[in-house]
């Protein structure tokens, strides 16, 4: 029997800018890791895209890499690796051959704006209009879900289409793609994906976790080019020869927000929110489908195994967060890297009336307008780069207190877990949340204490628990007993005086206003 020190963890965290391979040992502490971006093609306006086969390139550098550094640090992964995990970019699609292996097209990337006018068409054409699909999938018609994609996918690419016609095509998100060639590709590729990124797709029955057919049938897409739905908890397949670890099962798959929760340990009634390219805020609701009737989405939290229950749990979704501070520095060149946002913002006390909201694509929750573009209102000849530095911050910040507002009325009073001073803790992970600067905005602007655990990439690990978890690992007490283990967390509590506060946020309202029907300015 393998002595516990020699008992490992594999999880692949697939996002939306980057790669990475994490190896974690029995205690879930990473043993070895390795990171690779990959490239962001934006077509036109309002389009982003990514080559599917250096995503697949990437997941294969970064398992040789980790693999290798934790090997090289004394532990035998070779033959004390148990299980794989997988977690990924939500919503991103694509469609590939199944014969040759090869995309018919870029994936399609959940921000992505192109379907605007198959929304606008279908809101006005189903009797439902916009919420047509709420009741069965808990999601708006919006150009962020997935079946939109695929909609325009095959609406618009001659090849796709064809691929259809001849039984060819195989649709996915991310995961489905990464399993389906991990598993054999041409070669008997397994064909699946898991219920947290079938339920982003808009095409999956809540509540039977199974594809919807009248869903299929309304919107002509076929049931046949669909992978299989399994739970986020259980054997799925082997990695097959060719890769850098082989013969070991693959048996976690999670969306990275569903990741995140699972890596957070959040029980029923607990949040938390992530901070990378976008932000998302997620409340555990337990086995209950709570519907929004202030702007969020009802989706699927995660499902433990086949013969598991669901947990669901209601959801904000932010389109723009840390991409707004790439923008400085890609775009503006007002930073020359991301982590310099921290102390170019912290030069000044205030934004000094500035307010920026980046509507890039349009608005997710809880506002839903893609017709919102972005802006930065308040400008005088006192401003200066440190002001606008610190507005971005703040508009992250603002973004999701709108959400957790919207949260806290879904939810109501025995929704939401307090801790002993009846305080509603919002958990906080991801990149972005390293910036302490960003953390102390954050408290002050939701009034209310924030707290940031040891290791903020929370999604690899929540990804790592679902395998572990499959195989016997960890059990689910250790797991959710982890997320009790506050003592080495950060906890910023706020600071700002409660007036300020309001008055902040009634400027931020009153920027957001100036966002909407900008979409068709004129170059």
Same mark, same amino acid.
């Given at each position: *029997? &393998? ?32 990171? %690779? ?20 390139? @990437?997941?294969?550098?970064? *398992? ?11 532990? +035998? ?15 991103? =699609? ?5 014969? #040759? ?29 916009? #919420? ?10 919006? !150009? ?24 060819? &095509? ?21 064909? %699946?994906?898991? %219920?947290? +990124?079938?339920?982003?797709? *808009? ?19 076929? &049931? ?7 739970? +986020?908890?259980? /054997?799925?397949?082997?990695? %097959?020869?060719?890769?850098?670890? !082989? ?11 569903? &990741? ?38 009802? =989706? ?33 060149? $007002?930073? @020359?890297?991301?982590?310099? $946002? ?34 930065? $209102? ?55 949340? /390293?910036? +302490? ?37 960890? #059990? ?48």
């Amino acid at each position: *029997m &393998a002595k516990v020190e020699d008992v490992f963890v594999g999880s692949i965290d697939q996002g939306t800018t980057s790669t990475r391979f994490i190896i974690y040992d029995r205690c879930s502490r990473p043993i070895g890791s390795h990171q %690779v971006e990959f490239t962001q093609f934006y077509p036109e306006a309002g389009w982003v895209e990514h080559d599917p086969m250096e995503i697949l390139e @990437s997941v294969r550098v970064c *398992m040789a890499k980790a693999v290798d550094k934790a090997t090289a640090a004394g532990y +035998n992964v070779d033959n004390g690796l148990k299980a794989i995990g997988l977690t990924n970019q939500r919503e991103t =699609t694509l469609v590939w051959s199944k014969s #040759t292996g090869s995309p018919l097209h870029n994936a399609i990337v959940w921000m992505d704006a192109r379907t605007s006018a198959i929304c606008r068409k279908l809101e006005n054409e189903l009797s439902g209009g916009r #919420t047509h699909f709420v009741g069965t999938c808990g999601l708006p018609i919006s !150009t962020y879900f997935s079946a939109m994609k695929l909609l325009w996918l095959m609406e618009n690419v001659k090849d796709v289409n064809e691929s259809i016609k001849k039984g060819d &095509a195989l649709f996915g998100t991310i995961d489905t793609w990464l399993i389906w060639n991990l598993t054999g590709g041409v070669n008997g590729g397994l064909h %699946v994906t898991d %219920v947290s +990124n079938a339920s982003r797709t *808009m095409l999956m029955n809540l509540k039977t976790l199974e594809w919807d057919k009248p869903t299929l049938e309304t919107l002509g897409i076929p &049931a046949q080019i669909l992978p299989k739905i399994v739970s +986020n908890s259980e /054997v799925i397949g082997k990695i %097959v020869q060719g890769w850098p670890i !082989t013969g070991v099962p693959i048996s976690g798959c999670l969306g990275d927000q569903h &990741a995140a929760m699972l890596g957070q340990a959040c029980r029923k009634g607990e949040a938390k929110s992530t901070y990378g390219t976008g932000a998302f805020i997620l409340l555990n609701t337990g086995e209950e489908v709570v519907q929004s009737k202030h702007g969020l989405l009802t =989706t699927l939290a995660f499902k433990l195994g086949k013969d598991a229950r669901a947990n669901y749990a209601l959801e904000g979704s932010i389109a723009i967060a840390g991409a707004a501070v790439q923008w400085l520095r890609d775009s503006l060149g $007002i930073i @020359s890297s991301a982590k310099e $946002i921290e102390e170019l913002a912290s030069q000044v006390k205030s934004t000094g009336g500035i307010y920026f909201v980046p509507a890039f694509n349009g608005l997710f929750a809880p506002w839903w307008r893609d017709d919102a573009r972005g802006v930065c $209102i308040g400008i005088t000849r006192f401003t200066s780069k440190a002001h606008i530095a610190r507005a971005v911050l703040e508009s992250m910040c603002f973004q999701v207190k709108d959400v957790l507002d919207s949260m806290h009325k879904d939810a109501g009073e025995k929704g939401e877990a307090k801790n002993e001073k009846g305080e509603f803790l919002l958990r906080v992970d991801g990149g972005a949340t /390293v910036n +302490n600067l960003l953390m102390q905005i954050q408290a002050d602007l939701l009034g209310s204490p924030v707290v940031r655990p040891s290791d903020i990439e929370t999604t690899a690990l929540g990804a790592a628990y679902a395998a572990g978890l499959a195989v016997g690992v960890w #059990t689910e007490d250790e797991i959710f007993t982890a997320g009790e283990r506050v003592e080495s967390a950060t906890t910023f509590h706020p600071v700002l005086e409660e007036e300020l506060r309001k008055k902040k946020v009634e400027s931020w309202c009153k920027a957001v206003s100036r966002t909407f029907d900008l979409a068709d300015l004129s170059l």
